[in-house]
């Protein structure tokens, strides 16, 4: 059964910093495309980053040059380093794979950027 449990939200003022991470048991990390997301309050689920099984990385315009994603294929998983956050990067952060799969869904890891 995969599991995937994200960790390491919290509060953080306007221009600091957060690493989320993503744990992952079962066999899908290894093998699959990992993708970080986030729902803001009253908005869709959008994803932000995502890194392939060789560490290739794409990210959304909103997060290019401040965000890094990372994974260690040994420990399952996967990291969102994010650097210079603003308020409009306040959401719940959620990861999964690329493309998502709806039973892969976990409680996610609350974001409040703020001062």
């Known amino acids: 059964q995969v599991q995937l449990v994200e960790s390491g939200g919290g509060l953080v003022q306007p221009g600091g910093s957060l690493r989320l991470s993503c744990a992952a048991s079962g066999s899908i990390f290894s093998i699959n495309a990992m993708g970080w997301y986030r729902q803001a309050p009253g908005e869709q689920r959008e994803l932000v980053a995502h890194?392939?099984?060789?560490?290739?990385?794409v990210y959304a315009n909103s997060v290019k040059g401040r965000f890094t994603v990372s994974r260690d294929n040994a420990k399952r998983t996967m990291y969102l380093q994010m650097n210079s956050l603003r308020p409009e990067d306040t959401a719940v952060y959620y990861c999964?794979?690329?493309?998502?799969?709806?039973?892969?869904w976990g409680k996610g890891t609350l974001v409040t950027v703020s001062s």
């Open positions: 890194i392939t099984s060789s560490g290739y990385t």
């Open positions: 999964n794979t690329l493309p998502s799969r709806e039973e892969y």
